[in-house]
């Protein structure tokens, strides 16, 4: 791979471009380049994940990282194509520019010679006008072409429609592509495939007011095997601040991956190269219960956001919750964490015993069926074998004097809350 937009080809990492040909030309010389990040939440996903791995790859080419936290986009938010975004407080907003901003800053280098720069177009939107930003910028803009972007057209075909302040979403953002160009003579902007529409706005706005060549490619969204969005458990979006997803969780995600699309995740989230991917996905063809390659996965993703200790942690707690560990060595947090992802049943009016608890949890579909698993020895409490189903849990089983965890089988797991409601 002689140059960068190969790798990221091979990777899964190329979508629509405005011109490969010329854009491939470009990448052969040191360039800067940028990508934004809207503070909508008050934390990255794993889908900005993709983004900032992207802005990596370009900075170890020896591209200059631009990479925007959008606290002016961030207070009005991208046109969803179902409904209006709400609009969140400018405090609120402001605080999650700060918080995105520490998320970003560990995935690039901000200093040596492609340094990255962290950027806020708050800076200079707010210094604008309505008039400037209607004469200036606006005035570049065709109406056709803005409704006919797919998340306006959405809207605009829905019983809801569109507001203003959405609508004119795609004016900022192509601004905000203006304004970098004439600070740090960036000339190259990417994003998910979702902003196809901003960043070609954007494209065309720097061709028309500076007369220059400048270039936007996208990143296609991570999707599962079957074509559908990839990112989101039962629970929801897969965070990488730790407190919204835990270390646990977010290693578990990786290691559920399908066996059609592990070999995909593998190229798009870690720098393992051809070689070794091939080889894990062969390893998939032929030994699909080793789960290797989803192993691999989930160390290399949790090890880069959260840490080596994180993986370890994790996977201690996984191999305990399953008998292949001690329960009683995991932390409190880890611990948490770990049963957090699994059924939970309190101990309580109508669920004491264990027979009672299996049944509450829904490890077991009755009582008697409960019964018969601990007859047939495969009911266990902390990966000891139930002898007495009728017995309550005694005090001195309890991890971390709360918890119990209630197991039928090899792999049927329940987490037992013995606080006091």
């Known amino acids: 791979m002689t140059n960068v937009l190969?790798?990221?080809?091979?990777?899964?990492?190329?979508?629509?471009?405005?011109?490969?040909?010329a854009l491939h030309g470009a990448l052969a010389q040191p360039l800067?380049?940028?990508?934004?990040?809207?503070?909508?939440?008050?934390?990255?996903?794993?889908?900005?994940l993709v983004q900032l791995l992207v802005a990596r790859r370009l900075q170890r080419a020896g591209h200059h990282p631009l990479l925007l936290v959008g606290g002016a986009t961030g207070l009005i938010g991208d046109p969803k194509p179902t409904s209006e975004r709400q609009l969140n407080d400018a405090d609120v907003v402001a605080g999650w520019v700060e918080r995105l901003r520490g998320q970003i800053a560990p995935y690039v280098?901000?200093?040596?010679?492609?340094?990255?720069?962290?950027?806020?177009?708050?800076?200079?939107?707010?210094?604008m006008s309505a008039v400037d930003l209607l004469r200036d910028v606006g005035r570049h803009f065709r109406v056709g072409r803005m409704l006919a972007k797919e998340a306006v057209a959405a809207r605009m075909a829905s019983d809801e429609g569109i507001?203003?302040?959405e609508f004119s979403y795609q004016v900022l953002q192509a601004n905000d592509y203006l304004e970098l160009h004439r600070r740090y003579g960036c000339t190259l902007q990417f994003g998910g495939s979702d902003q196809w529409g901003n960043i070609t706005a954007g494209v065309d706005l720097v061709h028309r007011v500076a007369r220059t060549p400048v270039h936007g490619f996208t990143v296609p969204l991570l999707t599962k095997a079957d074509g559908t969005k990839f990112g989101k458990t039962e629970t929801g979006t897969v965070w990488?601040?730790?407190?919204?997803?835990s270390p646990y969780a977010f290693h578990q995600f990786w290691l559920r991956s399908d066996d059609a699309s592990v070999g995909r995740y593998l190229r798009v989230v870690t720098d393992r190269g051809p070689e070794e991917i091939a080889e894990l996905e062969r390893a998939t063809e032929e030994r699909p219960g080793a789960r290797e390659a989803q192993r691999a996965l989930a160390h290399d993703v949790t090890a880069l956001v959260h840490g080596e200790a994180a993986v370890v942690a994790?996977?201690?707690?996984?191999?305990?919750?399953?008998?292949?560990?001690?329960?009683a060595s995991l932390d409190e947090p880890t611990l948490r964490a770990a049963l957090a992802e699994l059924p939970q049943v309190s101990v309580g009016e109508g669920a004491r015993t264990v027979v009672e608890l299996l049944a509450a949890s829904g490890l077991s579909p009755s009582r008697s069926a409960a019964r018969r698993a601990v007859a047939d020895g495969g009911a266990y409490v902390n990966n000891a074998a139930v002898v007495d189903g009728d017995a309550e849990l005694d005090p001195g089983q309890l991890?971390?004097?709360?918890w119990a965890v209630l197991r039928r089988g090899k792999r049927t797991l329940a987490a037992v809350d013995a606080a006091p409601r």
């Open 6 to 21: 190969d790798e990221l080809r091979w990777r899964g990492l190329l979508g629509q471009s405005t011109d490969e040909e």
């Open 109 to 127: 280098d901000l200093d040596g010679p492609a340094a990255g720069r962290l950027v806020n177009n708050l800076d200079w939107t707010s210094q």
């Open 314 to 327: 994790a996977e201690a707690a996984a191999a305990a919750l399953f008998g292949r560990g001690e329960l």
């Open 163 to 165: 507001g203003f302040a």
């Open 32 to 48: 800067t380049f940028y990508a934004g990040f809207d503070p909508t939440a008050p934390s990255l996903h794993i889908g900005h």
């Open 399 to 402: 991890l971390h004097g709360r």
């Open 240 to 245: 990488v601040d730790p407190a919204l997803t």
